[in-house]
C-alpha cells in the first residue's frame, strides 16, 4: 500500500469503536421524542376525557366540530295504481207498442230490455192476432191507421210528435191512433 493513502499499508493501532455510543444516542434520542410525543397524546387523551382545560394540554373533545348529522331523504309513497274511469252509458229504457187486426192495443214503456217491452205489449193487447209494430228505445213510439189500406203501422222518433209524423209517413198517410214515450 502506498504510503499516503488512506486504506493503503499495513493496519495501525486500532481505534475505539464509538459507532456503538452512536446508536446508543440514536436510541435516546428516538425514546425522548416517543416519550414526549406520547405524553402529549395520553396527556391530550386524559385532559380531554376529564373535561378540564390546561393551556399546556392541548383541544379538548368538546373543541372538535361535529360533523353535521345525515337523515336520508324519505321513502317514495306508494299509491295504488286504479284505472281511468271508465264510460257507463246512459241505462236503456225500451218501449214497445202492439195492435190486433181488430184494432185492440198494447203498449209497454220504460222496461230493461227488447224483449220484456214487446212480451208486455203483447199482454196488453190480449188477442191471438196481435203484433208488435215497434219497438224504441229512450224515444217515443206511435201507430198510425191508414183506411184506405186498411193497414196499421209503427213508427218512432225523438219527440211524441216526430214517431206521429213516422208512424203516419210508414203508414203511407193516415192518422195516428195512440203514441207511448220512455224515460230519457
Known amino acids: 500500500m502506498p504510503p499516503g493513502q488512506p486504506g493503503w499499508g499495513p493496519p495501525g493501532p486500532q481505534r475505539p469503536n464509538n459507532n456503538n455510543a452512536t446508536v446508543i444516542i440514536v436510541i435516546i434520542v428516538v425514546v425522548f421524542v416517543l416519550l414526549i410525543g406520547g405524553g402529549a397524546v395520553v396527556g391530550w387523551a386524559f385532559v380531554g376525557a376529564s373535561g378540564g382545560k390546561s393551556a399546556a394540554a392541548g383541544p379538548t373533545v368538546s373543541d372538535i366540530p361535529t360533523p353535521p348529522s345525515y337523515s336520508p331523504p324519505p321513502a317514495p309513497s306508494y299509491t295504488p295504481y286504479s284505472p281511468p274511469d271508465t264510460y257507463s252509458p246512459p241505462p ?3 218501449g214497445a207498442i202492439a195492435v190486433a187486426r181488430d184494432g185492440r192495443l198494447g203498449k209497454a214503456w220504460d222496461y230493461s230490455t227488447a224483449a220484456a217491452a214487446r212480451r208486455r205489449a203483447l199482454n ?3 188477442r191471438s192476432s ?10 217515443c213510439g206511435a201507430i198510425a191507421y191508414n183506411s184506405r189500406t186498411n193497414k196499421y203501422w209503427g213508427g218512432r222518433g225523438a219527440t211524441r210528435t216526430a214517431a206521429q209524423k213516422n208512424a203516419i209517413s210508414n203508414a203511407g198517410g193516415g192518422r195516428w191512433i195512440t203514441w207511448v214515450c220512455t224515460t230519457r
Open 124 to 126: 196488453e193487447c190480449a
Open 130 to 139: 196481435c203484433k208488435v209494430l215497434t219497438v224504441f228505445v229512450n224515444s
Open 92 to 94: 236503456q229504457h225500451y
